[in-house]
Structure formats: structure tokens, C-alpha cells
């Protein structure tokens, strides 16, 4: 079952936040983010663990709701390096190695 | 550390032809995966191998479809014969799974992908 994602596109200026939600109908054990520029593949931001804590990586975190089935990623002060789509798989079995991609939430960061 | 090798980049062929990708994982990485990625979608699973078992191919349409990955390492996706449904960016990922029991994690790396035009 595919991940829903929202909102499908995003417009900041920099230096704006965002929130990137990404919920399952189904029960998780991992939710993991992507990034993809245009024509590049995409790139491993964190991973989201069953039971695990709030990951940061730089100005970009994320939060996994397990009650909700939900995670969402949180990208403050952004930069226009942050533009691009972002992707977030989900794994329902765990160490199945196995991720389910929404379709995606597409972020542009004007100067 | 050398990143997911794949080839060609790029493919433009007619309906009915056969075409085939190439894909070289990060040195380790026991599981290997092909996704087709369709213009302003995410990518789709079509096959995942551990070393060189195949795990899962439920979404591969295996009557046009094949893969194979010999000794574990390399890997081949071929089309055969390609309909105009079928393009996309083909992707191809390895991952390593890191940790112990309980809290094993893992990130996928993805190749810089195939782009197929079926015209």
C-alpha cells in the first residue's frame, strides 16, 4: 500500500520552514526520506526506526507517530540547496529491506 | 567509496525491441534492487535480490521482464518486447543493513538511473 504524501508541492523563500507529511494505512516499522534533484538519483536523508527517536540532520528533521502510522519531515531556515522532490519509503515487515515510495512532494526554495 | 554504477544512461527504442540495463552495486552490499521511476511518480519496485536469490518480484511483469543477478554482484534488467508504457528512469539501488539485533538499520543507494524512451 502506497504512502499518502502532503502537500504535493511546496513554494518557500528562503529561509522559510516547511512540513513534508508522509502517512500509511498500514502498520510500520521504518520510515525512510529521500531527496531527488531533477535528472539526479535520489539521495538518503535519515531513518525513522519503530520505537526510535526523532532524527536530525542538519537544519532538515523528521518525527515517526507510531499510533498514527505517520512521519513527518521538518526542514527549517531553508536553503535553496534544499529545492527538489522529496520521497519518503515506508517498510512494513521489518528487516525486509523492502520500502514502499509515495509519489512524492516537490519543494522549490526561491532566493 | 565508489556509488551504484549503472548503464547506459540514456536508451530511445521502438516498441517490440528488447533492451537491457546494467547495474554494478556498492562492493558488499548484498541487496540489490530495480525500481522504475515514471515521470513525476516515486519509484516502484520491480525486484529485489539478497546476494543472488531473488526476495521479491510480486510487481515485476515477468511476461515482458527479467532479471538476473549472477554471483551475487552484478546485475542485468531486460526488457523484451518494450511497450510505451514502459518509459521511465530505471533505477537501481544496493543497500548494506548496519546494526544488531533489535535495531538493525539500512539506507538504500541509488544509481544514477536509465532513462527509456519507447516510442
Known amino acids: 500500500q502506497q504512502p499518502v504524501q502532503s502537500p504535493q508541492a511546496v513554494i518557500l523563500r528562503e529561509g522559510e520552514d516547511a512540513v513534508i507529511n508522509c502517512s500509511s494505512s498500514?502498520?510500520?516499522?521504518?520510515v525512510h526520506w529521500y531527496r531527488q534533484k531533477h535528472g539526479e538519483a535520489p539521495v538518503f536523508l535519515m531513518i525513522l526506526l519503530k520505537g526510535g527517536e526523532q532524527k536530525g540532520h542538519e537544519k532538515i528533521s523528521a518525527s515517526f507517530n507510531e499510533k498514527k502510522q505517520q512521519s513527518s519531515l521538518y526542514l527549517t531556515a531553508s536553503q535553496l540547496s534544499y529545492s527538489g522532490t522529496y520521497f519518503c519509503?515506508?517498510?512494513?515487515?521489518?528487516?525486509?529491506?523492502?520500502?514502499?515510495f509515495g509519489k512524492g512532494t516537490k519543494l522549490t526554495v526561491n532566493p | 567509496e565508489a556509488g551504484v554504477a549503472q548503464s547506459p544512461r540514456y536508451k530511445i527504442i521502438e516498441k517490440r525491441q528488447s533492451v537491457a540495463f546494467w547495474c554494478n552495486p556498492i562492493s558488499g552490499h548484498a541487496t540489490l534492487y530495480w525500481y522504475q521511476q515514471i515521470l513525476g511518480q516515486g519509484p516502484k519496485l520491480l525486484i529485489q535480490?539478497?546476494?543472488?536469490?531473488?526476495?521479491?518480484d510480486s510487481q515485476l511483469p515477468k511476461d515482458r521482464f527479467s532479471a538476473e543477478r549472477l554471483k551475487g554482484v552484478d546485475s542485468t534488467l531486460k526488457i523484451q518486447p518494450a511497450k510505451l508504457e514502459d518509459s521511465a528512469v530505471y533505477l537501481c539501488a544496493s543497500s548494506l543493513v548496519k546494526g544488531g539485533r533489535g535495531y538493525a538499520t539500512y539506507e538504500q543507494y541509488f544509481g544514477p538511473g536509465t532513462r527509456l524512451t519507447v516510442t
Open positions: 498500514k502498520a510500520l516499522y521504518s
Open positions: 519509503g515506508t517498510e512494513t515487515q521489518g528487516g525486509s529491506e523492502k520500502l514502499v
Open positions: 535480490f539478497q546476494n543472488n536469490g531473488v526476495v521479491d
